[in-house]
């Protein structure tokens, strides 16, 4: 019999703040937290505008000892974090610490580190690299940091999917707990990379949007003036927990998370398929896992990235499993108002999924001006919803084909 999961506990950083109050907040109000880059001086790029995180001081959590030895991206995690087992109330001691595990995904890893480590070799030579260079980076020293700050003990692992880094994360840590490997997982996405290399890199690929006069109105998903996505940065984790664990110590349920499924496209190294065949296998997998109907889905916490191929591939796909009911569901996707936070997405948006359950609001899709005709379901357009939500199905789908969803249910 499989071990029932739920998440007890949830941290965020994004653009629209540090902690989930602000976050939720922001997302709910169809705020946005795209503009200018700060991070480095991106006047002679093609791209000027992304999602970054602001008054984000890591001497409120880390210490400046410990800071030389970790890239952004693992700065971002071991915040999450916190707030996560803070709002889970959950204590990792000797008697638990074993049975507690570390899952969190990142895209693309330590950028900034790799830049900045990288002019120090050219300026001054070998012997000036830091020694703490590769630790720093690498993606597996995101969940490395958090174990070691925290003392999970358990199962120890990290994902590097691209754009479905953090829900292939936040998946395997459910079947790890789910076959009795461990009893509670720190899990989730994290990325930050909006460095001149990646925004460069992006750019190149003409996947990003080019709207530098409007920031804040430049991420349109599923809108007929799309031109890309904005680059975002962030973490979000979650703390899944076994049922009867997290009934025992009278820990507060946000929801269920009861479907995982995953496929590969066999397509293409960064455009999805184009009849959505791998999409729909993804969705397909996970409500057959969670023993649920289709209909029974009420809402769809959309990939939606704001590229005019993807959003128009991922309303196909939708079409194509859901039928008619696809139009009486609805789809919205928060990177709107956030950007494409990369590997961090899946978590993120796993984290407003499950506050979608929990508060009963939809969070909207905000900039939605003009329909595109192919893109024609019901996006909940700039402002949010209230509504009765059991079923939430999140989809994430990456570069080389690699697809993750994820459904979460209300818990009774």
């Not at 007929?224 to 349920?253: M, P, Q, Y």
Request: charged share 20%; with cysteine; aromatic share 8%.
């Amino acid at each position: 019999m499989k071990r029932r999961v739920v998440i007890t506990g949830i941290g965020i950083v994004s653009p629209l703040g540090i902690g989930t109050e602000e976050n939720w907040q922001g997302i709910t109000k169809g705020k946005s937290g795209i503009g200018y880059i700060t991070h480095f001086d991106a006047s002679d790029y093609p791209v000027k505008i992304a999602g970054e995180v602001k008054g984000f001081d890591p001497l409120n959590f880390i210490e400046k000892k410990d800071l030389r030895k970790m890239d952004l991206h693992i700065q971002y995690a071991l915040v999450s974090t916190e707030f996560a087992l803070k709002d889970a109330d959950l204590s990792i001691n000797s008697g638990n610490s074993e049975r507690i595990g570390v899952f969190i995904g990142s895209g693309i890893g330590g950028l900034n580190f790799i830049e900045s480590q990288h002019k120090i070799l050219l300026k001054s030579g070998p012997r000036r690299v830091s020694p703490f260079f590769i630790p720093g980076l690498i993606v597996n020293l995101a969940a490395g940091h958090v174990s070691i700050k925290f003392g999970a003990k358990g199962p120890n692992s990290a994902t590097c999917t691209a754009c479905s880094s953090g829900a292939h994360a936040i998946g395997d840590s459910y079947r790890i707990i789910e076959r009795g490997d461990a009893d509670a997982m720190i899990t989730g996405g994290t990325e930050g990379v909006i460095a001149p290399l990646a925004v460069a890199g992006f750019s190149s690929m003409r996947a990003l949007s080019t709207r530098n006069d409007e920031p804040e109105k430049a991420s349109r998903p599923f809108e007929n003036d799309r031109d890309g996505f904005v680059i975002g940065e962030g973490a979000g984790i979650l703390i899944l927990e076994e049922l009867e664990s997290a009934l025992k110590r009278g820990a507060k349920i946000y929801a269920e998370i009861v479907g995982y499924g995953m496929s590969g496209d066999a397509y293409h190294i960064s455009a999805p398929s184009e009849d959505g065949d791998g999409p729909i296998r993804a969705m397909i997998s996970t409500i057959k896992d969670a023993g649920v109907e289709p209909s029974e889905v009420d809402y769809i916490n959309a990939h939606g990235t704001a590229t005019p191929p993807g959003d128009k591939i991922e309303s196909l796909a939708i079409k194509k499993l859901f039928g008619p009911h696809a139009k009486k569901i609805p789809v919205s996707s928060n990177k709107s108002m956030i950007g494409h936070l990369l590997g961090a997405a899946g978590g993120v948006e796993a984290v407003f999924s499950v506050l979608t359950i929990y508060h009963r609001i939809i969070p909207p899709t905000i900039n939605y001006q003009t329909p595109d005709p192919e893109c024609d379901l019901d996006y909940v357009p700039n402002k949010s919803r209230k509504a009765e939500i059991n079923h939430v199905l999140s989809n994430s789908f990456g570069f080389g084909g690699t697809n993750a969803c994820l459904l979460f249910k209300k818990f009774n």
